[in-house]
């Protein structure tokens, strides 16, 4: 079994209106446009799923209030980050 | 307390001091000057702020800024200035916020000259900025009324949430008469819907906007009512033997000072003559006018301008009765004679109208 | 707000709590913003906002929202919020923040607020030193009203103004604001940073950060100038903008510190301490007994001098007509004084009038005195022929000039004041000659009370005691020689 990610990111698909800047900012690359379109109209950012290391620049490159939401994994793991 | 013998210009400052002003943002000009210079120096001593802006633009956005932190706050200027504010007094309107005022008039247009005049009435009356807002506005006559009707005005500001205009001549602001303030001192309060930066006020927001014509509507009746209200409750003046006036002269400031003088040299003369004295310019004392065109047989308003408070004046009687207009301008004031004039060649043409 | 905790995770960055969970003042689409996709008003929003939280001062917060398309930024920011007018922003701070000392007041503006319209207010506020925190969006163009120039547009920008680009015959350069401030002598911090890359957004995080905090530690004037993508008017998709900013934008306006004196910034002295209420009286001068009890007159007698003092400038005579009403004040008279000015000022002349009356004063203006005070001839000739018959005229001359010795019916006192002031101890003082000869000659007030008015008026010893004597010198000038009296 491999090791869970690092990190993690929630998208409040509500928020976010897809300007795709937090695709750009992820280093690994694990956002892209999610599959549906939110009740504005937006098609939002999604996770991958996968691959997030929790390091948050996408939180800072987006420019909405509360679209991104970055995790941690508590433990071991994260403390050298 | 004793009377002090003062300048018009400094009793604003003391009388606004006692009020519980404590901010005075400003720009010098002639002959308003003296208001700044009095609350340079006392503002520091009370534990207010003065600050020489760098224009009258920023004094009135300072005054605003004042105003939202909830302090009772005040700036003064004369026609140039007051017409760089009128942006900035919209926006106190609009956002409903309390200050005070201080019009020194002198001549104009443009840079006119230093003398007293009166051709500020419609930019300040009549709200010389934009949108659907009016400043009240109140007209002392001697140095004793610039101390008192100064007062008056921080009250009215805040029971109105709205600038006050003490509307004054050079010639009121320059002279020199003895002044009783009162006993009291007014301690400044914070109203509730100040952004003082605390835990309490951080829900409130000032703001003039509303982006939504019904908002916007919603927001200017609110005023309008305001208005209403102020146009019930707040009107002034002074009616001096217009009882059994058969013409009544009409006029504020220093003009009323010489009509004062004319009244009572007319009546020596057995001339029916009395004055009525708009002590509030807005609201407007129309009431009163109407009251009196009952009796008189006719009107005289005497202005330093080439007529401008005689339209409200017109307004108010209707067409009743005829409205005789003599106003000089440049800084040159109408003496009592002159008036007289006026007034005795009128009396024969009224009583053949009676006749 | 949704409860994002999920086992095994900690929340490391989320919406800050200085925004509103729900913009509620937003008439709609209450969870975004109103900025377009891709617009770094929203990016640095969040910075202002994560800063606000890291330093704990939410609620010491005023936020100034300016005009333009961050006109609405009191929708999202959970702190007292004041919106104002197009570029007066830092007008309104410099305010908020002397009225109230403990707040923290942020200032945040677009380019053409700023750099525009509110050219003056910034500069001065800069330049005052004013402990606030101003936030400065250059987006290179008026996004809010459809895309016009800005003093930031680029060189050969095109804009809905500048069709053909941006001349600089025709529009001058690029304003560099930061640079421009950075000369002044007072403003603490001066950064200008960039949204174009993770690393400059991290470093525009540091930026804001510090600029807030210089004020939470009663620091001077700090400014973040930030350059910020504008994808709808650059008509670019977001992330192509972000490039414009890192690759273009930053030639023409260089990315740096250009003022930080955080370390060495003099303390800023304390305020003066407040009065109490109770005196406040005393400190306009107006405690009892400070100025003179008015005494109630002899009843019965209609008294109304109306005096007339001409002369010129610096002969003293505003103040010779002051010391006349204070004293009349004094002896129970109503009194006004009106100095001349206006169209009778002109060439360095100058006039007062003066009313003493036992009844309240109707007009303060002396059209028709009964006592005139001329200091000079030309004052004399302008003066003499309203005079009131019986009415007297006080001249400082010997001869009665020609052409003015036929008014028979006033008393004319003629004397050399100036030179019996210069006798007396200085001639500057011969306004007080000529009020001694006025008091002798009419009686019009007793010594007393004008020594009494001239102690108030006057602080130096020295003068005090060359006025007095210049009084007395133009009393005796009276009663002994008698030669111009008609
Ligand atoms: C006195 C005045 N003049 C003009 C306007 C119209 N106006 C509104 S916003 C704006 C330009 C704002 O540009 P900027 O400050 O660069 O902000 P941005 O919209 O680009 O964020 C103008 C000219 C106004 N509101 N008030
Ligand atoms: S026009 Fe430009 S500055 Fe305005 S919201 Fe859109 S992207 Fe932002």
Known sequence: MTTPDRGLVLIDSEECKGCALCFEACPPKVLRFGELLNRYGYRSAAYAGAGCTGCGICFFACPEPGAITVLRREGRVCQNN | ????????????????????????????????????????????????????????VAAINMLYGAASAGVRAMTASSGPGISLMQEGISYLAGAELPCVIADIMRGGPGLGNIAPEQGDYNQVVKGGGHGCYRTLVLAPESVQEMASLTSLAFDLADKYRNPVVVLADGCIGQMMEPVEFPATVVEPQVPRWAVTGTADSRPNLITSLHLDPDDLEAHIRHLEAKYRRAEREEVRFESWRTEDAEIVLVGYGIVARILKAAVEQARSEGLAVGLLRPITLYPFPGDELRRLSRRACAFVVVELSTGQLVDDVRLAVEGRRPVEFHGRAGGNIPGCEEVLALVRDMIPREQMADA | MPDLTIPGYTVVHEKPRSFYPVCERKPEMQHQTHYCPGCGHGIAHKLIAVAIDELGIQDRTVLISPVGCSVFAYYYFDTGNIQVAHGRAPAVATAVKRSRPESIVIAYQGDGDLAAIGAAEILHAANRGEPITVIFINNGTYGMTGGQMAPTTLIGQTTTTTPFGRNVWNEGYPLHVSELLASLEAPVYVERVGLGSNKQIMNAARAVRRAIENQVKGLGFSLVEILSPCPTIWKMNPVEAQRRVLEETVKTFPLGQFRDRTKSAPARPAAAPVPLFAEIPAILGLANGASPAAKTMRSGETIDWRVRVAGFGGQGVLMLGEVLAEAGLDAGFEVSWLPSYGPEMRSGTSNCHVRLSSKPIDS??????????????PSLRKFLAPVEPGGWVFYNGTEIPQGCAGRLDVHFIARPFAEIAGNAGDARSANMTMLGALLEATG??????VLAALRRRVSSGHWLEVDRRALDGGREAVTKGVRHES
């Open chain 2, 1 to 56: 307390m004793s009377k002090q013998l003062i300048k018009g210009n400094e009793a604003i400052v003391k009388g606004a001091i006692l009020a519980g002003c404590r901010a005075f943002y400003g720009y010098p000009i002639t002959p308003a000057s003296e208001i700044a210079e009095a609350a340079a120096l006392y503002m520091p001593q009370v534990g207010g702020v003065f600050l020489q802006a760098e224009s009258e």
């Open chain 3, 364 to 377: 303060p203006l002396v059209l028709h005195p009964n006592v005139l005070l001329a200091m000079n001839e």
């Open chain 3, 444 to 449: 019009m007030l007793a010594e007393e009370r």
